[in-house]
């Protein structure tokens, strides 16, 4: 879940058609909203994002990234924003430190991989380990 900050709602605001404007209205009105469909909704955009929402993107990728694959196989890491570790059926259980398998890429590279403006096999990313690529089916998140 991804909380609101003024600097990112005002961002949203910015890029958002009114359909979406509507619908950002309907979540912040909520008790506990959470943006993070409309900050990838917004992401969609190939336009730059400026510093506030690509963080704010790349947080709550990671966060919904941890919550569909939970697990401590493979950690994502999208320095110096966000990073996750996320599971899968294979790979070792990792209990503490930095798992075996790390996959690191650019703010930018997670966006465009998250809303699948980018294929996995086009990525500019650092991989290492045997199941490091297994991540690629969790991409893209939208």
Same mark, same amino acid.
């Given at each position: 879940?991804?909380?609101?900050?003024?600097?990112?709602? +005002?961002? $949203?605001?910015?890029? #958002?058609?009114?359909?979406?404007?509507? @619908?950002?209205? &309907?979540? !912040?009105?909520? %008790?506990? /909203?959470?943006?993070?469909?409309?900050?990838?909704?917004?992401?969609?955009?190939? +336009?730059? $994002?400026?510093?506030? #929402?690509?963080?704010?993107?790349?947080? @709550?990728?990671? &966060?919904? !990234?941890?919550? %569909?694959? /939970?697990?401590?196989?493979?950690?994502?890491?999208?320095?110096?924003?966000?990073?996750?570790?996320?599971?899968?059926?294979?790979?070792?259980?990792?209990?503490?430190?930095?798992?075996?398998?790390?996959?690191?890429?650019?703010?930018?590279?997670?966006?465009?991989?998250?809303?699948?403006?980018?294929?996995?096999?086009?990525?500019?990313?650092?991989?290492?380990?045997?199941?490091?690529?297994?991540?690629?089916?969790?991409?893209?998140?939208?």
């Amino acid at each position: 879940m991804f909380k609101p900050t003024e600097k990112v709602v +005002a961002a $949203l605001r910015a890029r #958002l058609d009114d359909d979406g404007l509507a @619908a950002l209205d &309907a979540e !912040l009105r909520l %008790r506990r /909203p959470d943006l993070t469909r409309l900050l990838l909704r917004a992401a969609a955009d190939p +336009a730059p $994002l400026g510093r506030d #929402l690509l963080a704010a993107v790349c947080r @709550a990728g990671c &966060a919904l !990234l941890g919550e %569909r694959h /939970p697990g401590a196989s493979i950690e994502v890491r999208v320095p110096p924003f966000a990073a996750v570790q996320i599971g899968f059926a294979s790979g070792p259980r990792h209990t503490r430190g930095t798992p075996p398998n790390v996959v690191e890429m650019t703010g930018e590279t997670f966006v465009a991989l998250a809303t699948g403006r980018l294929a996995w096999a086009a990525a500019d990313l650092r991989a290492s380990g045997v199941h490091a690529d297994e991540a690629s089916v969790a991409f893209p998140l939208t």
